[in-house]
């Protein structure tokens, strides 16, 4: 591991200043960089442990949505009673993901800024235009089975790892941030980047910037009626192969009136397509309708090999996770709010 000095924040002036220089990476759970530094795939000169800062809280917000600091821990989100009861979709995504030890780590804005879990990324004794711009991309010709069949470029088919992130792409979620020159709010929808011609940038964070808090509009419509769908090759500790959040509003004779969906596992960033839910409005719940809309959103999407199973387990999965939400809420848990997942 390289040398490296660490600090802890007094107060977010002073971390937003050391950001600033251009020196310093914030620190909270350190799941996912202080693996990335062991691994010497980052090596940040500076860290600053931003634990301190008023920044945990799980809370409405003015407009009776739901208000998530950045430092709140993922568990203490899942299990808090306002996301259980009015955003259970987040709270499904959430517990899908991790083990219990790293979900009670893993803070909210360290979720976001995960970095793909591609070996070729991780592994510095090889190529990756993620790690070194312009060296290649192995991937497309080698171990890809947990690669991207959408939104590639020639340069990355990696995709973004989180579970939360699925379900707050869903909710319409914003991620707040503040730098030494100020605050800006970035739509979910903008935030993380699809590869092109830039695989190493993962998101639309400017330097100098830092995740405050993230905020998801009022979704009680959709209480009641929605799944996450998370298909991995086991039940505890994997990355998923397709994740579906799906969310309903049904009318009372089963017409729906609004649908969500967003996937994870298939792109570089969470997945939606809108006009593929706004064709299922007006119509009644039911599978063939659900085939048609999964369809809409894998438009374009392709295999690399390994991974071509990806293509009819991602249809499969919508209509899976939009049966499910028909069903209600509380048969898509099961019951049962702790199960085990993949590391965030």
């Not at 009861?85 to 780590?105: C, H, K, T, V, Y």
């Not at 591609?118 to 510095?124: A, E, L, T």
């Not at 790690?131 to 470029?153: D, F, W, Y």
């Not at 969500?260 to 593929?276: D, T």
Request: hydrophobic share 40%; with cysteine.
């Amino acid at each position: 591991m390289n040398p490296f000095t660490f600090t802890q924040a007094r107060d977010l002036d002073g971390v937003l200043a050391a950001l600033n220089a251009g020196q310093a990476r914030p620190v909270a759970g350190g799941t996912n960089l202080l693996d990335l530094m062991k691994e010497g795939v980052m090596r940040p000169s500076q860290l600053v442990d931003i634990n301190g800062l008023d920044l945990d809280q799980v809370e409405s917000d003015e407009q009776g949505g739901l208000l998530l600091g950045a430092l709140a821990r993922n568990a203490d989100t899942a299990y808090h009673g306002l996301v259980r009861e009015r955003f259970p979709l987040l709270s499904s995504a959430i517990l899908a993901g991790a083990s219990p030890q790293l979900r009670n780590m893993a803070s909210n804005g360290g979720n976001l800024m995960q970095r793909t879990r591609c070996v070729y990324f991780y592994d510095i004794g090889t190529a990756c235009n993620k790690r070194e711009p312009g060296t290649g991309c192995p991937a497309k010709e080698g171990v890809n089975r947990q690669h991207a069949i959408l939104g590639t470029s020639e340069s990355c088919i990696a995709t973004h790892p989180s579970d939360m992130c699925v379900a707050l792409r869903a909710l319409d979620a914003t991620v707040h941030v503040q730098s030494s020159s100020g605050k800006r709010q970035i739509p979910f929808a903008d935030f993380h980047r699809l590869p092109a011609d830039h695989p190493e940038i993962d998101n639309t964070l400017q330097p100098g910037e830092l995740i405050t808090h993230i905020t998801v509009p009022q979704a009680d419509r959709f209480m009641a009626h929605s799944a996450y769908i998370k298909v991995r090759d086991r039940l505890s500790y994997a990355f998923a192969l397709v994740s579906v959040a799906a969310a309903l509003d049904l009318a009372a004779d089963g017409t729906i009136k609004e649908a969500r969906i967003a996937l994870g596992g298939v792109a570089h960033k969470p997945w939606r397509i809108e006009a593929a839910e706004q064709q299922l409005s007006g119509h009644a719940a039911g599978e063939d309708v659900f085939a048609s809309a999964a369809d809409a959103i894998l438009q374009g999407a392709r295999g690399y090999g390994q991974n071509d199973f990806k293509l009819t387990l991602a249809r499969n999965a919508i209509v899976q996770a939009l049966t499910t939400a028909v069903r209600g809420t509380d048969a898509a848990s099961g019951g049962e709010r702790h199960p085990e997942g993949d590391r965030a």
